[in-house]
């Protein structure tokens, strides 16, 4: 797997983790760290990334939804 694949898979995956879908994307970031082929640092870093975008992503749903709450 390229690298750019490897980390737009993670970037992916951390994404869709922290928002609607329940998934476990520590697999995939431990899996990747396990093969040894990519730079760690760079691998937590785009995790966090996603996670931190997904998470952002469920704050502005959270914010739309507020004006149906005096419903």
């Known amino acids: 797997?390229?690298?750019?694949?490897?980390?737009?898979?993670?970037?992916?995956?951390?994404?869709?983790?922290?928002?609607?879908?329940?998934?476990?994307?520590?697999?995939?970031?431990?899996g990747l760290i396990l093969t040894d082929d990519h730079d760690f640092w760079v691998l937590i870093l785009v995790a966090s990334l996603g996670n931190t975008l997904g998470a952002v992503v469920n704050w502005l749903l959270g914010r739309g939804v507020e004006r149906f709450s005096d419903r």
Do not use: N
């Open 1 to 30: 797997m390229s690298a750019a694949g490897a980390y737009g898979g993670l970037f992916l995956v951390s994404f869709l983790a922290a928002t609607i879908l329940p998934a476990q994307s520590e697999i995939g970031l431990a």
